[in-house]
């Protein structure tokens, strides 16, 4: 079928697209597309035939469908006479790719809107990669770089916007058409030969994305919600990866990260975007190395940690209704694995103080009490009539193991690798909390603790071991056992007990509110804030916690 015998002759009526539905209209843009691919092979550039054809297609609907408006976007900026690979050129080229995808999606529902942008930000991140190879001068590259900065921050912006759209399920879970995959390869056609296989097309055109989530794209089964969660994520990452390029000291960077990524989630309130940022969490490296060295990488992957682990975003919680429940089940077991994940991490590093704040933020959050609930709804309990010791995420995932191992079905068959991972993990370590002996004052000591082994190298051996395999209950216990006065939110430390052998221990006091916050964050001391601004109140401050050594 030759697309261009649908341009008619002058003052012909122009053909009634509104028939080209079902198969005929995707035999119509798949033939399209490998016409498009060809004659760009060719070096063929003149494609107002294509372009005359599908403006008319998209103005005969309302809410165009997505492979239509990226088709017309890509005719039309092969067309452009801002060419070359001059770098404020393709600035200028990602400019207006950004303002004609958002101007042909104008009367789409707020994810579609989101999802229609991934074309921008394939050419974006290629330009970012590509601007250390350029030789320009120390003026061009202020420029080139502010330039892009404001082109994602933009992007950025408009995002949030297109999230307080208004998208209902049936909306959200619109099939991408089987052409998707042949779709992307309109946009790499130039980075690629045209002889690979479509996964290597999907990791060129969504680079901040891993394999595995590229995975639910492939097939033509995804689905609009969740290429608009890729999109939100992709544009996430890069603007907080351009930040390491300003050039900040590292404290500040961190303060400077945490603060814009809660910030930005707070405003995304975007749970299909949440749920792809955590699981790519689950990865052993972020996907991100195209724009960062390994050191950054973990840097930047100590601050998602923090800004997903302790704060609690409201627009997660199950009972509002704003999203879908099966989503949320599956951000729940996500969240979990994620929140063992991070304690490793942060143990693995030395950091205890930070571990403690983990364990802190995970036993006040709703997650263990909506699994629990999900999990008693399913195996047929209205009210489990003991409940498990479940306030570390360890302790819940092996609660949860030992419940399949009786029949009940609670992580989804998406996770069998993630789940023997987690078998394993368990494996490892002893989860039965005997921590303290009968004779040590449980009650008496209400401190939040940790030990430091700096200048005790000494008979440490055995005491470090006990102090690993328990850690989990020893940090719940002591974060349990402080007490708050109504005034100011302190306490009098009580006559502890004193460490044998002349063990360091440093004691921290918690400065907490009970305010009633909208999204609550439970930080640790390091120097900075975790604040988010205007868009989450009454973070607690550093100010609040006190150290002191015995």
């Known amino acids: ?49 294509f372009g005359s054809i599908f403006f008319r297609l998209l103005q ?3 809410d165009p469908p997505l492979e239509v408006i990226w088709f ?20 200028l080229m990602a400019k207006d790719l950004f303002q004609l995808l958002a101007a042909c999606s104008a009367s789409c529902n707020g994810l579609k809107s989101i999802a229609i942008l991934a074309p921008v930000l394939f050419e974006l991140h290629r330009l970012v990669v590509d601007l250390p190879e350029k030789k320009l001068s120390l003026k061009t590259e202020k420029k080139l770089k502010r330039e892009i900065e404001c082109l994602i921050e933009g992007i950025v912006s408009y995002i949030s916007i297109c999230c307080c759209k208004d ?9 991408l058409l089987p052409c998707f995959a042949d779709l992307v390869r309109v ?19 969504f680079p901040l994305i891993s394999d595995e989530i590229c995975l639910g794209l492939e097939g033509g089964g995804g689905v609009v919600s969740y290429l608009a969660g890729v999109i939100i994520t992709e544009a996430f990452l890069l603007r907080l990866c351009l930040k390491f390029r300003v050039g900040l000291s590292r404290s500040e960077l961190r303060k400077e990260l945490r603060t814009w990524a809660v910030g930005s989630i707070t405003g995304f309130r975007n749970c299909y975007f949440f749920e792809t940022l955590v699981r790519m969490l689950l990865e052993p490296t972020l996907p991100v190395t195209s724009l960062l060295g ?6 930047l992957r100590e601050v998602l940690y923090d800004a997903v682990i302790l704060v609690d975003y409201s627009f997660l919680n199950s009972d509002s209704g704003i999203h879908p429940r099966a989503i949320m089940k599956s951000l729940a077991v996500t969240m979990l694995v994620v929140a063992h994940e991070a304690l490793q991490f942060v143990r693995a590093n030395g950091d205890q103080t930070k571990a403690i704040s983990y364990i802190n933020a995970f036993s006040e959050s709703r997650l263990p009490s909506q699994l629990i609930k999900w999990v008693s709804s399913q195996i047929g309990m209205e009210e489990i009539t003991s409940r498990p010791n479940v306030s570390t995420p360890q302790a819940l995932i092996k609660w949860l193991l030992s419940l399949e191992e009786q029949g009940a079905r609670v992580f989804d068959p998406n996770f069998s690798k993630l789940r023997a991972k987690l078998v394993l993990d368990m494996s490892k370590v002893d989860y039965e909390h005997t921590v303290f002996r009968p004779d040590s004052k449980k009650a008496g000591d209400n401190i939040l603790f940790y030990i430091d082994n700096k200048g005790e190298e000494e008979d440490k ?16 216990a002591a974060a349990h056992t402080m007490e708050f006065t109504e005034n100011d939110g302190r306490r009098k430390r009580k006559e502890g007990r004193r460490a044998e052998r002349g063990a360091r221990v440093k004691f921290t006091k918690y400065h907490l509110q009970d305010n ?22 009454n973070p607690l401050s550093d100010e609040d916690m006190e150290e002191m050594e015995q």
């Open 1 to 49: 079928m030759d697309v261009v015998a649908f341009e008619p002759a002058n003052g012909a009526k122009s053909p009634d697209f509104g028939l080209l539905i079902g198969g005929n209209y995707q035999i119509m843009l798949k033939e399209s597309i490998d016409r498009f691919l060809a004659e760009c092979r060719k070096g063929i550039s003149d494609f107002s035939g």
């Open 60 to 62: 005969a609907r309302v």
């Open 72 to 91: 017309y976007c890509a005719v039309s900026s092969r067309s452009s006479n801002l060419t070359g690979d001059d770098p404020l050129n393709r600035v």
């Open 167 to 175: 998208s209902s399920e049936e909306e959200a879970s619109v099939v």
């Open 187 to 205: 946009w790499t056609v130039d980075p690629l030969d045209g002889n690979q296989e479509i996964r290597e097309d999907l990791r060129v055109f």
């Open 294 to 299: 390994s050191e950054d990488e973990v840097f």
């Open 461 to 476: 051996g055995e005491r470090d071991q006990a102090m690993i395999e328990s850690m989990d209950a020893a940090l719940l």
């Open 516 to 537: 009633s916050v909208r999204e609550k964050i439970l930080t640790y001391s390091d120097d900075d804030d975790l604040n988010s601004g205007s868009a989450v109140e």
